[in-house]
């Protein structure tokens, strides 16, 4: 059993509406250091596979498929094996 | 001619749309569940506006794996007619059918009013009936409308006269070039955010919508047979 967590952001030349929002309320708060913020989206998907490589293999695929638009975002991932999904 | 109106979960323009068709060209309308993937029976598929799957991951992505859109490609690669609106629209981008994507409105204000369009592109199967370069008025409903495309798509969109409807005067969402409409390449797929359904009688304050609809009609007498 493996564990994947996705990480999708917008692409560095999209600009981020909420990025944008939430920087100017911590600026507003006083946090004058703060110069860029950035959202974006963690996903956790626990999946079965025989080996790393396969579970690799899907996450690339329906990170690119489904989780992400390849449009406007990219994506990392992280992926960890791991006992059960009780284990998460 | 043959309509059918696709209704996925969270969808809630569809009766709207069924209203328009029949009220706007008495033509026949089918509503068809996001299960049912067979679309042969009909000459034109309108996806309409809502919030399918509740715009859970982002809007219009999970529609864009149902079952119907299996239908929906199938139909426009047939050359049959495809409009989304608004969600519709955002489904479409999402499934590859058109170029592009749309992002959460620069100010992140979800906008609801009446909007001036002007028609860019006014010899296509969903706009024969406006005048080239006419301003109409129709209402957006959107948080998310706001059309991004790479520069690289966007002067593609400009050399083939595929920006069909873009904001007169002011940008509600911050759609690059200003974009409201567009069409695919082939011509027979349009996406919009604006609501035609919402502008066809009097009463809503501006019948400028109704003729996205005649427009069709008209199209599909003119090539593809009798109504």
């Excluded at chain 1, 998907?45 to 790393?52: A, D, F, N």
């Excluded at chain 2, 706001?146 to 940008?171: H, M, P, S």
């Excluded at chain 2, 695919?184 to 919402?198: A, C, F, K, Q, T």
Aim: glycine residues 8%.
């Amino acid at each position: 059993m493996f564990k994947a967590t996705i990480y999708v952001t917008l692409k560095e030349s999209v600009l981020d509406p909420q990025g944008v929002a939430v920087r100017g309320s911590l600026q507003t708060l006083g946090y004058e250091g703060v110069k860029d913020v950035r959202i974006g989206k963690k996903i956790e998907v626990i999946l079965e596979g025989s080996s790393r490589e396969e579970a690799e293999a899907q996450v690339k695929e329906f990170s690119e498929k489904v989780l992400s638009n390849p449009v406007t975002e990219t994506f990392t991932y992280e992926l960890e094996e791991v006992v059960s999904c009780a284990s998460q | 001619m043959r309509f059918a109106v696709t209704i996925f979960p969270g969808s809630n323009c569809d009766i709207d749309c069924i209203h328009a068709v029949e009220d706007v060209l008495n033509a026949s309308v089918t509503p068809v569940w996001h299960q049912e993937s067979d679309l042969s029976r009909y000459d034109a598929i309108i996806l309409p506006g809502g919030f399918s799957y509740g715009d859970y991951l982002r809007t219009g992505v999970l529609a864009s794996f149902s079952p119907v859109m299996e239908g929906v490609k199938k139909a426009a690669r047939e050359g049959k007619l495809v409009i989304g609106i608004c969600n519709g629209f955002q489904i479409l981008t999402e499934v590859g059918l058109l170029p592009g994507a749309l992002r959460r409105n620069s100010r992140l204000k979800f906008r609801c009013n009446f909007q001036t369009l002007r028609v860019e592109n006014a010899r296509t199967p969903f706009t024969c009936d406006y005048e080239q370069g006419e301003l109409i008025s129709i209402p957006i409903a959107h948080g998310e409308g706001n059309y991004y495309c790479d520069d690289a798509t966007l002067a593609e969109l400009k050399r083939n006269n595929q920006i069909v409807f873009t904001y007169a005067g002011e940008n509600p969402n911050g759609s690059v070039s200003d974009i409201a409409g567009i069409i695919n390449r082939e011509g027979n797929v349009l996406g919009m955010m604006p609501h035609p359904e919402r502008a066809i009688l009097d009463w809503m304050g501006s019948k400028d919508g109704a003729r996205v609809f005649t427009s069709m009609l008209q199209y599909w007498k003119e090539n593809c047979g009798a109504a």
